[in-house]
């Protein structure tokens, strides 16, 4: 019986861990331009756009891509790191001035969005933004919830091998 629960807690902390894994996947680098254009491209299938409001849109959003890799290059390397360190944390300040200018960025992104759509096509941006982040938030629960659900089935593992 004891080899049998032994089995079953080591199964579900395989399965957890290969689950975890296969979830990240490799993402292609790419440039300013192409993630401007592909942006374009599904902001113009999404919400009915004219090749004038495209034309614009384009415009509004390499410079946003390019503004975004500027301020990401001046981060601290989190993902390319390759010597298995962590990469330095940021402090308070550092967190509350980027949140902040994070935040002016995508006021001023939506302020030009505002004066290239229609009433109609920016309510149904907003509305799918709001969606998004709701999404977002859902998923960091879940994350959350499944390292604390990891962490109890491997104490569970560790006291019944120290039973044994």
């Not at 601290?76 to 550092?94: I, R």
């Amino acid at each position: 019986m004891k080899r049998i629960a032994f089995l079953m807690i080591a199964l579900f902390m395989i399965g957890g861990v290969v689950m975890a894994q296969g979830q990240r996947g490799e993402h292609k680098k790419m440039t300013p331009a192409e993630r401007a254009e592909k942006m374009t491209e599904r902001m113009v299938k999404e919400y009915s756009l004219n090749d004038a409001q495209k034309k614009q849109l384009l415009e509004v959003n390499l410079a946003r891509c390019e503004k975004m890799d500027a301020r990401m290059s001046m981060r601290p390397d989190v993902n390319g790191k390759k010597d298995g360190k962590k990469a330095p944390q940021m402090t308070k300040e550092e967190r509350e001035k980027m949140r902040a200018e994070m935040k002016n960025a995508n006021d001023e992104y939506n302020a030009q969005l505002q004066k290239i759509m229609t009433e109609e096509q920016y309510a149904s941006y907003t509305k799918k933004q709001s969606e998004r982040e709701q999404r977002m938030k859902e998923g960091r629960r879940e994350r959350k919830y499944f390292q604390l659900r990891t962490f109890v089935y491997f104490r569970l593992f560790l006291f019944i091998c120290h039973r044994n």
